[in-house]
């Protein structure tokens, strides 16, 4: 669910933060994990998932162009006006013009971006406010652009090998229904004419055409009225927890899902840590960026890190590693290069969970034709094995 935060932090004005937390208490938490003193928590009225208003901004776009011109030279403000006046989407100059006016006033460029979270993440906000520290925003902008293009890698290649089976299924449901709803009715009029003894599957399957026949009205308000259901269910927080518990319990798929979820998390501190953020304030930052459960192991391995123990310590005794993140977490700290090895336990992974979401789609896809080939093939023997009988008997 999507709450509404007020909150401060150090000498920076009152903010309001918009973040996704399983209850009041849960965003309150959040907010503190980032340094903030939260004053006000407030339920936000959400939408449907298909009907929800997506970010306008391009923000990876932005960074490409503002990188573009402060290798070229300009300063910061004179960059952003420039892409300012060359915008000619309404929504994207207003955010510009707000940044460009934060910045006059005197603000930095990371407070500037923090007054519109909607499009500024704060993973973005934090990169930038690391970079105002060492005074290089450049090299933070290449390493979130890099960031962010790795990140959208991972999600097309998951994405695309998706794509094939999804439409087969939906192929072959269109087909079946079609077989079911439209073909099977009329052939059992033409059986009843016949009058002919019928196996009993095929009985079975003329008697389903003529219920859809008689109740066809009921039969399809019920079902639009289940799928309704379902997909209301679905836009709710409460069941995609429990959707989401279900398949961390499946064994292969729950192992994937942990290890997708920790490469998500270590490109992400990485990407922070190589920045120059200190390693507690990147763990608020990324917690986010894992489930609830995996979230409130962090917040233990944090504290634990907190009293001195050593990064991988933490996240070993809490199962936030794996046997190749806990080995490189080591050379990290041995080394002094942390972010580094973080970011290549990510690469790691992320390599290792697009190899398995190619096997499985090449053993899925047979499988799942195979399944459709059987129930259309099934569908259409009992359907004209009755006409085979009645020609057999004729000869």
Not at 95 to 111: M, R
Not at 132 to 144: F, K, M, N, S, V
Not at 229 to 255: F, N, V
């Amino acid at each position: 669910m999507r709450y509404e935060i007020k909150a401060l932090r150090g000498n920076e004005n009152l903010s309001a933060w918009v973040v996704e937390a399983a209850d009041a208490g849960d965003a309150a938490r959040q907010m503190l994990a980032r340094g903030y003193t939260v004053i006000g928590v407030r339920a936000k009225a959400g939408w449907p998932a298909w009907t929800r208003p997506r970010g306008h901004f391009p923000l990876v776009l932005f960074s490409q162009e503002l990188l573009a011109l402060l290798q070229a030279g300009l300063a910061l403000v004179e960059s952003l006006e420039t892409l300012a006046e060359k915008e000619q989407r309404p929504e994207v100059k207003q955010v510009l013009a707000g940044i460009i006016a934060t910045l006059y006033e005197g603000h930095s460029f990371s407070h500037a971006l923090q007054a519109t979270p909607a499009d500024f993440p704060p993973l973005y906000v934090a990169t930038v406010r690391a970079s105002e520290r060492t005074g290089d925003l450049p090299e933070a902008l290449a390493r979130y652009i890099a960031y962010q293009s790795q990140m959208d890698a991972v999600k097309r290649q998951v994405v695309s090998a998706s794509i094939y089976p999804l439409l087969l299924a939906a192929v072959g449901g269109l087909v079946t229904l079609f077989l079911m709803v439209y073909v099977v009715p009329r052939f059992s009029h033409l059986y009843a004419d016949i009058g002919s003894e019928l196996p009993l599957m095929s009985q079975l399957l003329m008697r389903w055409g003529q219920l859809l026949e008689s109740h066809g009205a009921a039969i399809l308000a019920g079902t639009l009225l289940v799928v309704g259901g379902a997909l209301y269910a679905a836009t709710r927080p409460a069941s995609r927890q429990r959707l989401q518990r279900a398949l961390w319990r499946a064994p292969a798929i729950g192992e994937r899902l942990h290890v997708y979820q920790l490469a998500r998390f270590y490109r992400s501190l990485g990407m922070l840590l190589r920045g120059g953020m200190p390693v507690l304030p990147s763990l608020g930052l990324v917690s986010d960026l894992l489930e609830t459960g995996l979230r409130a192991r962090l917040v233990q391995a944090s504290a634990c890190i907190r009293e001195g123990q050593p990064l991988s310590v933490a996240m070993e005794r809490y199962g936030l590693t794996t046997a190749v993140a806990l080995r490189m977490l080591r050379v990290g700290e041995r080394t002094g290069r942390m972010g580094e090895m973080m970011e290549r336990v990510a690469a790691f992974h992320e390599e290792e969970t697009a190899r398995w979401v190619e096997r499985f789609t090449r053993l899925f896809e047979p499988l799942l034709m195979a399944f459709i080939g059987v129930v259309i093939g099934l569908i259409v023997v009992l359907m004209y094995f009755p006409i085979f009988e009645l020609a057999g008997s004729i000869q």
